[in-house]
C-alpha cells in the first residue's frame, strides 16, 4: 500500500512541470487542465513537506556560515576563514570545474565534525539530517580489512548512486586517517578534474575529509606561538602549512597520504584546527548549556573548564580533548 504512495511521490521530486503537463494533456482532454492544476499544486505541497534535490531544500547562506563559523566555533581563525571562502566560492560558482574538497585536520575536540556541520545546515535545509548528506567512518562502515573488495565496490555505487540523484550531495569521511589506503584510491576518480564519470558529473559534490593526522604538528606551532609571547590569532596558514604537510606525508599510519590525493593536488584545502585554550571551553561550556536550554551559568562553565586536562602539563595552555564531551558533561556541575 504504502509503495504506491511513495513512488508517485518521488517521482514529483525529479519531474519537471513539462512532465507534469504532459501527463496532464495525454490522459483526457476535458479533464487535462483540471488535473493539470491538481498536479501542480500537489507538486508544490509536495516539495515544502518532502526534502527533494532542488533549491527548495538545498540553498547556499553565506551570511548563516559565516555567522555560525564566526559566533559557534571557538579559536579556530585559520579554519573560519578557510571555510567561509572555500564554501562561498564553490557555492557561488555555477560550473565548478572539479567538486569541493576539504580536509579537516587537527587533535580530537577541536570542532573539526562541528565545523562540517555548519557546513551542511547552511547548505541543506535539514542539515546533517538532510538526505543528501552522507557520513562515513571507518570503524562503523569499512571494519574489516579482508572486506575491502566489497568496501570499495559498495562505496563506490553509494557515491555514484547518490550524486546521480542530486548533484549537490555533500560526502564525510571521518576517521580519515584510519580509512584503508585502497578504498580511499576508490573514490579517487570521483575527486578529480572529470567531466563526466560514465555519464555523472561529480562536480558539485562536496567531500570532507576529517583526521587527527597533523595535529601535533599543529600543536607545536601552537605552542611555539604561545612560548613566544604571540596571540594565537598571529599564526598565519604559512605557519601551518609546512609542519603540516611534512608530518601528513611521513605519517606512515595515515591512510589517506599514502594515496596521490596530494600529489595530484585533489584536496583543495587543508583546514587546521588549533589547540583549545581554557577560554574556548569556556565558550563551549556556555553555549552548550544554551544550546540545551539552560541559562549559561560562568560559574558552572568554569568549573567544567577547570576540571579538563590541560597540557604542558606544568603551564595547563591546551585542553587536551578540546571541547569534547563539554556537552554531556557541564550538568553535573550545577
Ligand atoms: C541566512 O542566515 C542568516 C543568519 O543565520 C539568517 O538570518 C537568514 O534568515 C538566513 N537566510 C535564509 C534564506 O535562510
Ligand atoms: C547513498 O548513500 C547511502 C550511504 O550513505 C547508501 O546507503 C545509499 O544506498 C546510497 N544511495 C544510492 C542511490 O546509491
Known amino acids: 500500500m504504502r509503495r504506491h504512495v511513495v513512488l508517485p511521490l518521488l517521482l514529483l521530486c ?3 512541470s513539462a512532465v507534469i503537463e504532459t501527463i496532464g494533456t495525454s490522459i483526457a482532454v476535458g479533464m487535462a487542465a483540471a488535473l493539470t492544476g491538481f498536479l501542480a499544486s500537489y507538486q ?3 516539495y515544502y513537506f518532502h526534502e527533494c534535490c532542488r533549491p ?3 540553498n547556499f547562506n553565506r551570511t548563516g556560515l559565516e555567522e555560525d563559523l564566526r559566533n559557534k566555533l571557538f579559536g579556530q581563525h585559520l579554519a573560519s576563514h578557510i571555510i567561509s571562502k572555500a564554501v562561498s566560492g564553490f557555492m557561488n560558482n555555477d560550473n565548478p ?6 580536509s579537516l585536520h587537527g587533535w580530537t575536540g577541536t570542532g573539526k565534525n562541528f565545523a562540517s556541520a ?3 545546515e547552511n547548505i541543506y535545509k535539514e542539515g546533517m539530517d538532510s538526505q543528501f548528506v552522507h557520513v562515513f567512518t571507518a570503524e562503523l562502515h569499512f571494519p574489516h580489512v579482508g572486506q575491502m573488495d566489497t568496501y570499495k565496490t559498495q562505496l563506490q555505487q553509494w557515491i555514484k548512486g547518490n550524486v546521480s540523484s542530486c548533484a549537490h550531495s555533500m560526502f564525510i569521511f571521518d576517521e580519515m586517517d584510519k580509512m584503508h589506503p585502497g578504498l580511499i584510491d576508490s573514490i579517487k576518480p570521483y575527486l578529480d578534474y572529470y567531466e563526466k564519470i560514465d555519464g555523472v558529473s561529480y562536480r558539485k559534490a562536496i567531500f570532507i575529509f576529517l583526521s587527527n593526522a597533523g595535529g601535533e604538528s599543529i600543536v607545536e606551532t601552537a605552542l611555539d606561538f604561545w612560548k613566544a609571547g604571540k596571540s594565537r590569532e598571529e599564526i598565519e596558514l604559512k605557519d601551518l602549512e609546512t609542519p603540516l604537510a611534512l608530518s601528513v606525508f611521513n605519517n606512515k599510519r595515515s591512510g589517506l597520504w599514502h594515496t596521490s590525493l596530494i600529489d595530484k593536488n585533489l584536496v583543495d584545502f587543508f583546514v587546521p584546527f588549533l589547540p583549545l585554550e581554557y577560554k574556548h571551553v569556556l ?3 556556555l553555549a552548550a548549556m544554551q544550546a540545551q536550554g539552560a541559562k549559561p551559568d560562568a560559574g558552572v562553565a568554569d568549573k567544567v573548564a577547570q576540571d579538563m586536562l590541560y597540557f604542558p602539563k606544568a603551564e595547563r595552555v591546551f585542553s587536551v580533548k578540546g571541547c569534547k564531551t563539554i556537552e554531556s558533561k557541564w550538568e553535573y556541575y550545577t
Open 56 to 58: 527548495e531544500w538545498i
Open 97 to 102: 570545474k572539479k567538486p569541493l574538497v576539504l
Open 44 to 46: 508544490n505541497i509536495f
Open 14 to 16: 525529479t519531474a519537471s
Open 118 to 120: 555548519l557546513i551542511a
Open 283 to 285: 565558550q563551549c561550556a
